[in-house]
């Protein structure tokens, strides 16, 4: 099938690339504007806000799957996208969020192919694979998406993979590269594993300590601008070789335990429901306290030469001050 | 003694830390310090193996293993000091008793102690703080994968063929080496590891079952529900033997790795008669 491409938005005339970064309001991908902001040039979207941003930076408040999106590659010729903006199931309902992370994405997809961008980076997550107490340790790439099995409320995150999938062998000149980080966490991160740990009070589950890893999100910026920048399409796990028990990663977060029965399953998703804890102990993601889902990380080590720079205690000790701060 | 003292004694006193300190001794510290065993900057490996827990197991069972099962150990040169090692033994009495032993055995090694990983059952982390407690002594749940990640981080890890059909089996069935699976023989053929084979004398007698109520077992989602005259383990004497490495090259057809796990049951029944006819009596 041979695409007609449209005639982008005029080229940047310093010869630099223009990259395009979505969810430019988020914590993550603030960092990775910073990185590529001077050798690059940025182009900032979000669904939530017009971003403020350095100078020389156009930022714009659009949603993905309404019209006005195209303009966008119109008045710029785009070389590249971060697609890192996601909805996240706290933020809204499943329908507004399948809309925005499934269809708006297929909406980028589609446009990248028309204004023949060079290269797509998705940024995913670890809860695609699900949590559950078979769960082999150190999955590889090619594990079966369970996540969908587990709950109707990850169906966009899956979805959203088998998207950037079929794109990714059907369309080779976008160079799709697809990274599924585990927890990532710091300061500004609004993610429910961030918020949770910014709690004086947190939800365990009695007797379950799932093995997990974390990883500074100044780590993960430098992950994606490495893999932008060496373009080696694929599907790759972002994680440290390093591993915690959730209910210890509380306590080195200087929270207190709040303990929930975890068993029989039903429990701890009525008092999550009852007490509202949506935004940082949702009931969907209940597995994920229960049951460990540890990522083997080798394959985007050895691709990209990547090391974390920060370790747990690093990542830790942002919450445990934060704490004391306010105290 | 002033009652302020007294006072701030019983406040620094942990019964936790008093427990530890009695248990674990230096000479369990120094052990633990000698194995070769990788984990991250809080002592936790990827499957939840703990340093910290992992004494406070061996010490706990090794007070069994010396004066409960008084167990009498051969071969333990066979093992390797380091580098990945499946050992491969005989199954039986109820409780995977033979698998803890085999544990310690490997662990307190003065040729080269090594932390062995046990295969546990699949419904293990479904249950409250057992299944992270097994976790943490380095019990992982029995998956391909996980067995092929341990090895390739070069890892000792117990499995026993015979699985539940073993460990399920009544005493009239003594030392009769059930249905041995094939997939312990792919496993060291794909990541060329040798298996180190071993005869376990003593577990039959720990939990002798005289009926396994079926349906019981069935109601209870567990794998056998057996009658047997104690629910805590009998003090049998127990005898373990290895035996010498066996290495396999890779075969192609699956009757070849039949043959091969045949060869692996000739080694362990060799090894289960050497225990028997070292054993002088049953308790």
Known sequence: ?327 | MQIQEVISLLRNFSAKEELLQRLVTPEIEALVAKIPKPVGSFGFDAWGYNEDSFKLGLATFKLLYDHYFRVQVHGLEHIPKNGRVLIVPNHSGQLPMDGVLIGIATATNPKGPRAARAMIERFFPTVPWLGNLMNSWGGVIGDPVNCNKMLEADEAIIVFPEGVRGSGKLYKDRYKLQRFGNGFMHLAMNNRTPIVPCGVVGCEETMPAIANIAPLAKLLGIPYAPIVPSLFPLPAKVILNFGPPLHFPPVKTEDEVTQRVEQVKDEIRRLIDKGLKERTSIY
């Open chain 1, 1 to 327: 099938m041979v695409v007609e491409k449209k005639k982008a938005g005029p080229a940047a005339e310093d010869g630099k690339k223009t990259v395009l970064v979505t969810g430019a309001a988020g914590a993550l991908a603030k960092r990775v504007i910073a990185r590529l902001h001077g050798r690059y040039n940025v182009v900032a979207v979000d669904f939530r806000r017009k971003v403020e941003t350095d100078a020389g930076i156009p930022s714009y408040k659009v949603e993905m799957e309404k019209r006005g999106f195209e303009d966008i590659f119109l008045n710029h010729k785009i070389d590249a996208v971060l697609h890192i903006g996601r909805i996240f199931a706290h933020e809204s309902s499943r329908d507004r969020r399948y809309n925005a992370n499934v269809l708006g994405a297929k909406k980028l997809l589609e446009l990248c192919k028309k204004y023949g961008v060079g290269q797509v980076l998705i940024h995913s997550t670890y809860y695609v694979y699900g949590a559950s107490a078979y769960n082999p340790a150190l999955l590889d790439e090619d594990h079966p998406l369970k996540a969908s099995e587990v709950t109707m409320d990850l169906v966009d995150s899956v979805e959203l993979e088998s998207l950037a999938n079929i794109y990714l062998w059907k369309h080779p000149e976008l160079n799709i590269t697809i990274l599924r980080p585990c927890n990532v966490l710091g300061p500004g991160v609004r993610n429910s594993m961030s918020l949770l740990l910014s709690h004086t009070y947190t939800p365990v589950l009695l007797g379950f300590s799932p093995m997990m890893q974390f990883l500074h999100v100044d780590d993960m910026a430098d992950a994606l601008v490495l893999a932008f920048e060496k373009n080696k399409p694929g599907i790759y796990n972002v994680a440290p070789d390093d591993y915690i028990p959730y209910q210890r990663a509380v306590e080195e977060c200087g929270c207190r335990k709040l303990p929930v029965p975890g068993i029989p399953p039903v429990i701890p998703k009525i008092m999550s429901s009852l007490l509202n804890w949506g935004a940082f102990f949702p009931p969907y993601l209940i597995n994920y306290f229960k049951y460990p889902v540890i990522l083997d990380g080798k394959l985007f080590q050895e691709t990209f030469g990547w090391k974390p720079k920060r370790n747990l205690n690093d990542i830790f000790t942002y919450y445990r001050k934060t704490k004391l701060a306010s105290a």
